[in-house]
T-cell receptor, first 111, second 111 residues
Framework: QKEVEQNSGPLSVPEGAIASLNCTYSDRVSQSFFWYRQYSGKSPELIMSIYSNGDKEDGRFTAQLNKASQYVSLLIRDSQPSDSATYLCAPESGANSKLTFGKGITLSVRP | SQTIHQWPATLVQPVGSPLSLECTVE??????LYWYRQAAGRGLQLLFY??????ISSEVPQNLSASRPQDRQFILSSKKLLLSDSGFYLC??????????FGPGTRLTVL
């Protein structure tokens, strides 16, 4: 059973702070990793993808990947109230672009 | 650009009634297609995926079925709904990359 664990939440940070969201996965052969943002009542939206060890930056978002430790994280700099949502970690899991989703962590950014 | 549609947006059905949810994708050819369910307080569960017309793979045993009658059309069905079928049903597509893109979803309540 492939497992994806996201650190327990909810996570609350003040506006302007850095939010750190962590994820570990069990499938050692996973090569692609994705972060989705899901606002309450809405469908998930892809915000970051990462394929190689190290950091990948896109605006205020930075994804970090360590395949040896089976760990992927998402940093949100200068957090805004509009970042308040549930964030889902999703490693690729086998052929046909299948993904295994974590249960998500809910982020609340306090004004 | 690619667009994914789902309908209906919300549905309330009695136990034992049939179900048909439809998903269509525009702007791409031969996508992989996926059906997920997100139950309250739970993660995204992959139900079915399809790599081509008439090709359906089931991820979990249940009273649901899926069909892909056309390249960009994916249908989720049930002959008799159970209370446990309630949830948020999401269709997604992927192309040459591994990223999956979600439709707006159908919120199903079985009473």
């Amino acid at each position: 059973q492939k497992e994806v664990e996201q650190n327990s939440g909810p996570l609350s940070v003040p506006e302007g702070a850095i939010a750190s969201l962590n994820c570990t996965y069990s499938d050692r052969v996973s090569q692609s990793f994705f972060w989705y943002r899901q606002y309450s009542g809405k469908s998930p939206e892809l915000i970051m993808s990462i394929y190689s060890n190290g950091d990948k930056e896109d605006g205020r978002f930075t994804a970090q990947l360590n395949k040896a430790s089976q760990y992927v994280s998402l940093l949100i700099r200068d957090s805004q109230p509009s970042d308040s949502a549930t964030y889902l970690c999703a490693p690729e899991s086998g052929a046909n672009s299948k993904l295994t989703f974590g249960k998500g962590i809910t982020l609340s950014v306090r004004p | 650009s690619q667009t994914i549609h789902q309908w209906p947006a919300t549905l309330v059905q009695p136990v034992g009634s049939p179900l048909s949810l439809e998903c269509t994708v525009e702007g791409t050819s031969n996508p992989n297609l996926y059906w997920y369910r997100q139950a309250a307080g739970r993660g995204l569960q992959l139900l079915f995926y399809s790599v081509g017309i008439g090709q359906i793979s089931s991820e979990v045993p249940q009273n649901l079925s899926a069909s892909r009658p056309q390249d960009r059309q994916f249908i989720l069905s049930s002959k008799k709904l159970l209370l446990s079928d309630s949830g948020f049903y999401l269709c997604a597509w992927s192309g040459l990359g591994n990223e999956q893109f979600f439709g707006p979803g159908t919120r199903l309540t079985v009473l």
